[in-house]
């Protein structure tokens, strides 16, 4: 069983900086699901595609719409990914979620394990 576990969110100003973790666990084939994506969904909205990132961190793609302010990232041990956000916007509010699969994809059907997901709100 894998699982994936978010944190990092809260409320935040307009321009200030997070960073959300993705820890992923469990038991899976060997070398599959090398694949760590983040997806956010805002309320009222079909869930976004953000960033993935591939074994070593080598192989990674952002969204065109954030590729700018958000950045991937994954530690050595391959157990945690990071999302970074900078210049945080009030349209940046939704549930941020990381998700595993075999193969690098924007989409979401392609996920079949899927973090909690944390809340980021931005406000003034």
């Known amino acids: 069983q894998v699982q994936l576990v978010e944190s990092g969110g809260g409320s935040v100003l307009p321009g200030d900086s997070v960073r959300l973790a993705c820890v992923f666990s469990?038991?899976?084939?060997?070398?599959?699901?090398?694949?760590i994506a983040w997806f956010r969904q805002a309320p009222g909205t079909e869930r976004e595609w953000l960033a993935y990132?591939?074994?070593?961190?080598?192989?990674?793609e952002t969204a065109d719409s954030v590729k700018d302010r958000f950045g991937i990232s994954r530690d050595e041990g391959l157990s945690t990914v990071m999302l970074h956000m900078h210049s945080l916007k009030s349209d940046d509010t939704a549930v941020y979620y990381c998700a595993a699969s075999e193969t690098p994809s924007r989409e979401e059907r392609a996920y079949n394990y899927w973090g909690q997901g944390t809340q980021v709100t931005v406000s003034s």
């Open positions: 990132i591939g074994w070593g961190g080598i192989v990674s």
């Open positions: 469990g038991r899976g084939r060997t070398n599959s699901h090398q694949y």
